[in-house]
């Protein structure tokens, strides 16, 4: 019997999340807990109530309550009770606490390759899961108990579905794409840059019916603020005055960065002076990842000229986590894309030593971290 698209999509899919419950799982395994996950769940989820996490009582930079309900909820689940973790880090303790974190990283995973495969071809999936698995954050937050995974998934719906409804839909959708900023909203409260990068773009390309834009827009960016504002507010700090860049080149390493850019804009000039053609639907979404690209260097900037060392948290590339997806996402499609055009057979093979420049030399460090961890 030969299976259908659909159900071979399906089955890569479920190899990838799989594939992934394994890894992260074998790092949840050997990685002792440390002080911020240790915190979360002794202060910030044990000891809270329902009513306190969705408050947003939480006294932490991060204050949104959907991964400290998905931790209460898997404790309850389990029937596990708090230690005090800080003298005792158990194995039981390491997998359960980051068991939410590791379906989300994987299922992340599954998401953005399914969506290639099925939307554009296997070799796409391909392409995608190499992005994807050489990427430093994925393997440094596949297992931690901490919502960063949680971050790495919303935006990877976010950014799917937006691309998506430009490519393939041509319309906003904005029921759905609503609740994608919702999520996004209740997960992390820096997902306002990506929430009102989405706005501008709707609004530039002429989607202005109010009550869509307010649903869709409007009431993710307010309960993201509302968590903001009711969160503590730390003082930050950059241990180099070339850390921000640094920072950012974490969630999208150098080389993937400038194809980034430069693979739409080839993609542009190829329709536009050699294929006379200029509906390119995609601008939205390109746009869109790189509006939020200069949301976060903003966002990096503004942290900077506020700091006052030596006093205050260090900046992390943690912070920027949702850049990690939206450059995955961002990459393969224009990558895809960009493969379609060319006609003639030298542009293609230069087109293909292009692309193996910008995939394939981080694969070696994707197969050291995974037999060998990130030390």
Known sequence: MIMSRGSLVLLVML?????????GSRIALNKPLWNDEIYSQMRSIDSMSWAGIWSGRIREGNNSPVFYSVQKVVCAAFGYQTADLWKKDDVRSRFLLR??????????????????????????GLIAFIIAISSYMVWYFWAEA???????????LQSVFFLYACRFSRSPRYGVLGLLNLLLALVTSIGVIQIVAIGVILWFNGYRRFWALTGCVGLPFLIALGYYAA?????????????????????????????????????????????????????????WAWLTVAGYALFLGYLYFRQRPPQGFEVTGRYLMSLTPIGIVCLTAAILEFLKRPHVWWVKILTWVGIALVVLPRLSKAYRWMIHGLS
């Open 15 to 23: 190899i990838v999340f799989t594939s992934g419950f394994w890894a």
């Open 99 to 124: 068991l939410a974190p590791i379906m989300c990283m994987s299922l992340g995973l599954a998401v953005i390759v399914g969506f290639f495969c099925a939307y554009y071809s296997f070799l796409g």
């Open 146 to 156: 901490r919502p960063y995974a949680f971050v790495f998934l919303a935006t990877a």
């Open 231 to 287: 969160a503590d507010h730390y003082q930050f700090k950059f241990v180099s005055w070339g850390m921000p860049l640094a920072l950012i080149e974490l969630n999208i390493p150098a080389g993937r960065l400038a194809a980034f850019f430069i693979f739409p804009l080839l993609i542009w000039g190829w329709d536009r002076y050699i294929n006379k053609d200029r509906t390119f639907f995609l601008w939205p979404f390109f746009l």
